[in-house]
């Protein structure tokens, strides 16, 4: 005997939208439930911030004294906190170059700090600094261990290839027992120093490798003038194209190396 199927009727439409609205419904009251659940967690005080580790440089500034100038900055619980605002927070330190962080479950920060390195000081009126990276910062002064460091004199923006020149000038000079007090770069592009003598250098212009021949052809042979006429050096002249002018005290000379004259 064959089996009858049995056919449902199709539920009309309005009952099939009836019944989408419904389950529609049920889950946006689910998803409603569920985020006020997870915004009720989220603020309960288990999540707040309770400590803070500072990894990194730390020479400038202790720990405690960096979570006591950020304090006020880090606003919000592990969820909401602004880790950007709280970056710029240790950032605004003095001496902080770079902050990095971190969220450390389930209510601590790392931090990890990275300071400037003084490499020069900075301006007309050195009272700014410039760092290892070329980078012009603001910092106590007095803070500042070395006490020769050496001061960048130019246009903003220059700090970068004026301290990338001084790093070569330095052991050129060095090596004739001259040191490079200050260097500056005039607004039309012409570089000149100051050694610790008190004596002044115009370089010219040019480009990086130009400055350092002309400085190491200066190096070489100055000490015979100044050994030949037993003065110490006040000015010289690096512009010329065969040699270099140079003003002793009380004699000026040009050399053209390897001879050299004089005039009173």
Same mark, same amino acid.
């Given at each position: 005997?064959?089996?009858?199927?049995?056919?449902?009727?199709?539920?009309?439409?309005?009952?099939?939208?009836?019944?989408?609205?419904?389950?529609?419904?049920?889950?946006?009251?689910?998803?409603?439930?569920?985020?006020?659940?997870?915004?009720?967690?989220?603020?309960?005080?288990?999540?707040?911030?309770?400590?803070?580790?500072?990894?990194?440089?730390?020479?400038?500034?202790?720990?405690?004294? &960096?979570?006591?100038? $950020?304090?006020?900055?880090?606003?919000?619980?592990?969820?909401? @906190? /602004?880790? =950007? %605002?709280?970056?710029?927070?240790?950032?605004?330190?003095?001496?902080?170059?770079?902050?990095?962080?971190?969220?450390?479950?389930?209510?601590?920060?790392?931090?990890?700090?990275?300071?400037?390195?003084?490499?020069?000081?900075?301006?007309?009126?050195?009272?700014?600094?410039?760092?290892?990276?070329?980078?012009?910062?603001?910092?106590?002064?007095?803070?500042?261990?070395?006490?020769?460091?050496?001061?960048?004199?130019?246009?903003?923006?220059?700090?970068?290839?004026?301290?990338?020149?001084?790093?070569?000038?330095?052991?050129?000079?060095?090596?004739?027992?001259?040191? &490079?007090?200050?260097? $500056?770069?005039?607004?039309?592009?012409?570089?000149?120093?100051? @050694? /610790?003598? =008190? %004596?002044?250098?115009?370089?010219?212009?040019?480009?990086?490798?130009?400055?350092?021949?002309?400085?190491?052809?200066?190096?070489?042979?100055?000490?015979?003038?100044?050994?030949?006429?037993?003065?110490?050096?006040?000015?010289?002249?690096?512009?010329?194209?065969?040699?270099?002018?140079?003003?002793?005290?009380?004699?000026?000379?040009?050399?053209?190396?390897?001879?050299?004259?004089?005039?009173?």
């Amino acid at each position: 005997m064959p089996r009858l199927q049995t056919i449902s009727p199709a539920q009309p439409a309005d009952v099939r939208a009836m019944n989408a609205t419904a389950i529609l419904l049920a889950l946006v009251a689910a998803a409603t439930l569920l985020g006020a659940a997870a915004v009720w967690a989220m603020r309960q005080p288990v999540f707040s911030i309770r400590g803070v580790r500072i990894d990194g440089d730390v020479t400038r500034n202790s720990a405690p004294t &960096l979570r006591a100038n $950020t304090r006020a900055s880090l606003n919000g619980n592990f969820f909401t @906190l /602004d880790l =950007g %605002a709280a970056r710029q927070a240790f950032e605004d330190v003095p001496w902080v170059r770079k902050a990095l962080i971190n969220r450390l479950w389930p209510n601590r920060l790392v931090v990890r700090l990275e300071e400037h390195r003084a490499a020069a000081l900075w301006g007309r009126d050195a009272d700014l600094l410039v760092n290892s990276h070329g980078e012009v910062f603001a910092a106590n002064l007095g803070d500042v261990e070395d006490e020769n460091l050496p001061t960048l004199q130019g246009p903003d923006g220059s700090a970068a290839p004026m301290l990338a020149l001084l790093r070569r000038l330095e052991p050129v000079l060095a090596g004739v027992e001259m040191h &490079l007090t200050t260097l $500056t770069l005039s607004g039309r592009g012409t570089w000149a120093m100051q @050694l /610790d003598s =008190g %004596a002044s250098v115009e370089l010219g212009r040019g480009s990086e490798a130009e400055l350092v021949h002309r400085t190491e052809q200066f190096a070489r042979t100055v000490g015979g003038v100044i050994a030949r006429y037993e003065r110490p050096l006040l000015y010289a002249d690096l512009r010329h194209h065969q040699g270099y002018a140079v003003r002793l005290k009380g004699i000026s000379t040009v050399n053209d190396a390897p001879s050299s004259g004089s005039r009173n």
